[in-house]
């Protein structure tokens, strides 16, 4: 399998551009942290699209059983750790559609807890830092 690359250029005000399937995708840090919160953060982004990964299997949930999506909603909270201030939970919130049938609650969790990105993060890849000359 063709590995994905992804490609990373620097800017001023610790902005970093990441260019990836013909995207850029583009990051900052906030003011104080030594960036001039122009962009996202890249852990903002990592946040993000952990949400988004859930939007999309809830949506895709509702429309590929031509379910009413109009006021289909979903925010994810995520809270760090006292001590650790690593995110240490996530939690979900759907706003399901006014008349959704509630023989498909459990379904579209079910649904939701395939997000790619959170299967991801259970089964984490290895890790390797290759520094060239």
Known sequence: MTPHELKVAFGDNYRIDVAFKGFTIRT???VGDGGDGSAPSPFDLFLSSLAACAGY?????CQERQLQTEGLGLTMTAER?????????????????????????????KAIDHCT????????????????P
Not at 86 to 104: A, S
């Open 28 to 30: 900052g840090q906030p």
């Open 57 to 61: 299997y809830a949506l895709a949930f």
């Open 81 to 109: 750790g006292e001590v650790s201030k690593m995110i240490d939970r996530i939690v979900f919130t759907v706003d399901l559609p006014r008349g959704f049938p509630e023989k498909y609650r459990f379904a579209l969790t």
């Open 117 to 132: 990105v959170k299967s991801h993060i259970l089964r984490p890849p290895q890790f390797e830092i290759v520094v060239r």
